[in-house]
């Protein structure tokens, strides 16, 4: 296995709503707060040799209770992963 440099996640919320509080990450949106896209800060940029997963946190206010996430891809190195989001 070999390192791998570069990764983004992207998705969108079911609602606008605010990123705040990343961490792992720098989290950026689009116009509408629908869409975001995490991309890595120097400390998670590199993926040693054998890591299948990267750990990124934030939160995010809608002013509502519920806040649905789809469209959510992982790209690593140039490759489409599986991203699956924490409960």
């Known amino acids: 296995a070999s390192t791998q440099t570069g990764w983004t996640v992207n998705g969108v919320f079911g609602n606008s709503a605010l990123v705040y509080g990343a961490k792992n990450a720098?989290?950026?949106?689009?116009?509408?707060?629908?869409?975001?896209?995490?991309t890595p800060v120097?400390?998670?940029?590199?993926?040693?040799?054998?890591?299948?997963?990267?750990?990124?946190?934030?939160?995010?206010?809608?002013?509502t209770k519920d806040l649905p996430v789809t469209g959510l891809t992982l790209t690593v190195g140039?490759?489409?992963?599986?991203?699956v989001p924490a409960p």
Do not use: D, I
């Open 26 to 38: 720098k989290v950026t949106q689009k116009a509408g707060l629908k869409s975001f896209k995490a």
């Open 78 to 83: 140039g490759k489409t992963c599986t991203a």
């Open 42 to 63: 120097t400390a998670s940029a590199t993926l040693p040799p054998g890591e299948t997963r990267v750990v990124v946190t934030f939160n995010a206010f809608s002013g």
